[in-house]
């Protein structure tokens, strides 16, 4: 910047003495100079570096969504009969950091549908993960690939359930993935400062300073993101009242089989439970709503007896 | 130059006018009256439901358009000078200070459903009926531009708003079909629950309905034919519902409505 300042002053000094007839400064001013000078003191050029560099952004974008875009392909050849898994990789106390991987998984291991786990930390088609390929389609979000593989599977995880029971479930999946999360999303990227779950899970600091940013963002624009700490805790403990009444003392939401929403339930009280460690929520579950702590510990058990397999720290308990 | 009038906007808008207000008065800040329903935001339909089903007294104010509360939402409340915003917790501030509970005839399970199904609606169903409305259906359904009485470039600025809000909460980034998709699983959870009972819990009236009628208000009222309104024609027991607390919480309703824009609402 120096140097381009020097080099202004000097062109401009060299035109000045050459109007003025001062021919002891030698003309080493080129054409070049002079249309620089030109455009410098018009302003053409700051405006041109502008264009110049929101092409570039713009070519970069274009080239980073075609990439992500491009057709995948699965990573060896697997049985048709077999979900492929997009994963992001284990959670350090859970098997995902995840609620939307743990509850999609959790639903082919109730249904007992052969599946494979592709770590490829791949987002889907709708930048979403996690994302199943199956028969040659893919699907994002965890809710459609349940009802996607429920129909082509013949999967009949709700049929126990009467008219009234199914509308209650969909009313109680909407809820703990469309507004509980965003609860957990909030605390876990704004209030829980340490991220130790994180740390543990291998996150390098810049990837959670941006994830950090984003998701607070994502937060507030939902509206969640918008109440304060006490707020927030008032709202999350409705939310536990709600699903602690209505599960009552029965084993599972809807009896003693599991069905569809108990996946969900486990899936966002999961990362409370096992990847909020300290926090109050975590205290709630553990003191005030004993039987939801049951229920996952319930889950964990039927479901994923290889649960210390399937996370980076395993424990005793 | 966009940062500076941001700012100014914002520091305008923190700016309030002082009214003196009754004491021992809920203020309820709304955007104004809708054409065909008391808002065409569900929240404040939902709020001022809640008010009239509690009898508490209360005075709108027709000003959240420009006097927005301090976390930028447009239904909020003022008491005695104290501001709370979010229609559920304007409910549970009401609540706690006139000792008021509509649930407590219903038993805990059914407290809960109540309490799925209201955020069902509040936090899903409300964003498919938003992109139905300012993004897949303006010109079949509602429109907007006419009956909203919006300028045509503030139409497009709050459809990329909406298109925004919707993509980071996550509905937004399904297809315009498996939006409709959800939004008809949505009704139809809301019809299978409510089946023949007269309220969404029961013979009497509770919370919940206001949730629930606040949302239906718009497909019922403000979609004039759109595709939202399709689906909801599929429920004739959800229609019913709407008419029934419309004619026991709203005996006033058309002095609440503009009638299409072609007059000025007179409650």
Not at chain 1, 185 to 201: G, L, N, P, S
Not at chain 2, 218 to 245: D, V
Request: hydrophobic share 40%; net charge positive; with cysteine.
């Amino acid at each position: 910047m120096l140097f381009s300042r020097c080099r202004s002053i000097f062109v401009k000094s060299t035109l000045i003495s050459r109007r003025l007839g001062i021919a002891s400064v030698e003309n080493k001013v080129t054409d070049t100079d002079k249309r620089m000078f030109e455009m410098n003191n018009t302003g053409t050029l700051p405006v041109l570096l502008a264009l110049a560099v929101i092409l570039l952004t713009s070519i970069l974008f274009v080239i980073l969504k075609f990439c992500r875009n491009s057709k995948r392909v699965p990573a060896q050849t697997v049985p048709e009969d077999v979900v492929l898994l997009h994963h992001c990789g284990q959670g350090p106390h859970a098997p995902s950091l995840s609620p939307f991987i743990l509850k999609l998984e959790t639903f082919l291991r109730v249904t007992q549908t052969p599946y494979q786990i592709i770590r490829d930390y791949k987002m889907g088609p709708k930048g979403k993960v996690p994302w199943i390929e199956y028969s040659g389609t893919n699907m994002c979000d965890s809710q459609l690939c349940m009802e996607y593989l429920k129909i082509k599977l013949n999967l009949d995880l709700d049929d126990h359930l009467s008219v009234k029971e199914k509308a209650i479930s969909t009313a109680f999946q909407r809820m703990v993935d469309e507004h509980t999360y965003w609860v957990m999303v909030h605390w876990r990227w704004d209030f829980d400062r340490e991220k130790i779950c994180f740390k543990q899970a291998n996150w390098g600091s810049l990837a959670l300073t941006v994830s950090a940013y984003l998701q607070r963002r994502a937060a507030w624009t939902q509206g969640v993101g918008r109440h304060n700490k006490e707020e927030l805790l008032e709202i999350v403990r409705k939310d536990f009242s709600a699903l602690s009444d209505f599960l009552g003392t029965k084993h599972f939401f809807f009896g003693d089989r599991p069905s569809c929403v108990d996946c969900s339930v486990f899936g966002q009280l999961s990362q409370f439970l096992w990847h909020l460690p300290g926090s109050e929520p975590n205290a709630m579950l553990k003191k005030e709503f004993l039987n939801l702590y049951e229920f996952c510990h319930r889950m964990k058990d039927h479901f994923w007896p290889d649960w210390n397999d399937n996370i980076l720290l395993p424990t005793n308990s | 130059m966009g940062i500076v009038l941001i700012i100014v906007i914002r520091k305008r808008q923190k700016k309030r006018i002082k009214k003196a207000y009754p004491s021992n008065t809920i203020i309820h800040h709304q955007i104004g009256r809708g054409p065909y329903a008391p808002s065409i935001t569900p929240f404040a339909v939902k709020l001022e439901t809640y008010l009239r089903m509690a009898k508490v007294p209360y005075l709108n104010e027709n000003d959240s358009v420009t006097n927005r509360s301090s976390k930028g939402k447009l239904t909020w409340i003022e008491y005695n000078g104290q501001e709370v915003a979010d229609s559920e917790f304007c409910i549970q501030f009401i609540n706690k200070t006139f000792n008021i509970d509509l649930d407590k005839n219903f038993s805990d399970e059914e407290i809960g459903a109540g309490r799925a199904i209201q955020r069902m609606v509040d936090e899903h169903l409300h964003w498919t009926v938003a992109l139905q409305r300012w993004v897949y259906d303006p010109k079949h359904g509602i429109d907007v531009r006419k009956f909203l009485n919006i300028p045509w470039p503030m139409f497009y600025m709050v459809g990329n708003l909406v298109k925004k809000q919707s993509y980071a909460q996550g509905v937004g980034r399904h297809s315009e079909e498996e939006v409709l998709q959800v939004m008809d699983e949505d009704l139809m959870a809301l019809s299978k629950f409510l089946g023949m009972k007269k309220f969404m819990l029961g013979e009497q009236a509770s919370q919940t309905d206001c949730a629930v009628f606040g949302m239906l208000s718009q497909i019922h009222w403000h979609s004039f034919g759109g595709t939202g309104e399709t689906l909801y024609k599929k429920y004739p027991n959800l229609s019913a519902y709407c008419e029934r607390m419309k004619a026991k919480f709203w005996p006033d309703w058309n002095e609440c409505i503009t009638e299409g824009w072609t007059r000025t609402a007179s409650k």
